[in-house]
């Protein structure tokens, strides 16, 4: 943490639902956290908005319905959290580990995700207007119907997600990887595709979906060779 961050009011500290309630209710403001352990928790509810929380452990952890909204969460472990329901409105998540994780009906608008392994997460039915990833780690995640409209997607590895009825129209990929990706009802008009890993998509996903998209000249030689076509 910079000397600009705020010191932190509790570190180092093991915290149930009541610790925590006890801790918050003489918390002057906004509540840090620093290498403290929240794992198994059921903190349902709870209000910790513009909490932060550095170097924190959340395995299996319940967040369902609690309102985080503008909080920080930076180099943090939370692998199988569930984070149904949550109001998450302009939280920051740096360099954390979010496997595995359920987000589901969560608030997520203006949220920002960099740098975070979300292997196997689920984002069902976010509502996340104004949701960004960067440099993330999505092998496996469900992302169904979510919307990345005229976004720039950076160095995402959505290998084997699932992007059912995702939108992608006009967006713009900066390198990461659509290998093996379900991409049925997904959208692609004016995506410009060129410089994400491709690999694995059936001719036929391309020819249907990938209508009105960019690719780069290297990308259509290999989908010719996969209908065994030579390319010379």
């Known amino acids: 943490m910079t000397a600009l961050e705020p010191t932190p009011a509790f570190a180092q500290q093991s915290f149930d639902r009541n610790s925590l309630l006890a801790a918050l209710s003489e918390a002057p403001g906004p509540a840090c956290f620093e290498s403290c352990d929240f794992s198994g928790a059921d903190l349902h509810g709870i209000d910790l908005r513009e909490a932060s929380f550095a170097g924190c452990r959340f395995a299996e952890t319940d967040f369902s319905g609690a309102v985080l909204s503008g909080s920080r969460w930076r180099d943090c472990r939370a692998s199988l959290a569930v984070f149904q329901a949550v109001d998450l409105s302009d939280a920051r998540f740096w360099c954390c580990d979010l496997n595995n994780t359920q987000w589901r009906g969560a608030r997520l608008a203006s949220a920002l995700f960099t740098e975070v392994k979300l292997t196997g997460a689920v984002f069902?039915?976010?509502?996340?207007?104004?949701?960004?990833?960067?440099?993330?780690?999505?092998?496996?995640?469900?992302?169904?119907?979510?919307?990345?409209?005229?976004?720039?997607?950076?160095?995402l590895d959505l290998s084997d997600a699932d992007l059912g009825g995702c939108d992608f129209r006009d967006a713009v990929f900066v390198g990461g990887s659509l290998r093996n990706a379900s991409l049925k009802n997904a959208r692609f008009d004016g995506a410009d595709l060129r410089t994400v890993d491709l690999a694995g998509l059936r001719i036929t996903a391309v020819a249907q979906l990938l209508k009105g998209a960019i690719v780069s000249a290297d990308q259509a030689a290999e989908f010719l060779r996969d209908l065994g076509v030579r390319v010379h």
């Open 124 to 155: 069902r039915e976010v509502q996340g207007l104004g949701l960004s990833f960067h440099d993330c780690l999505m092998v496996g995640a469900d992302l169904q119907g979510h919307s990345f409209r005229k976004q720039q997607i950076e160095m």
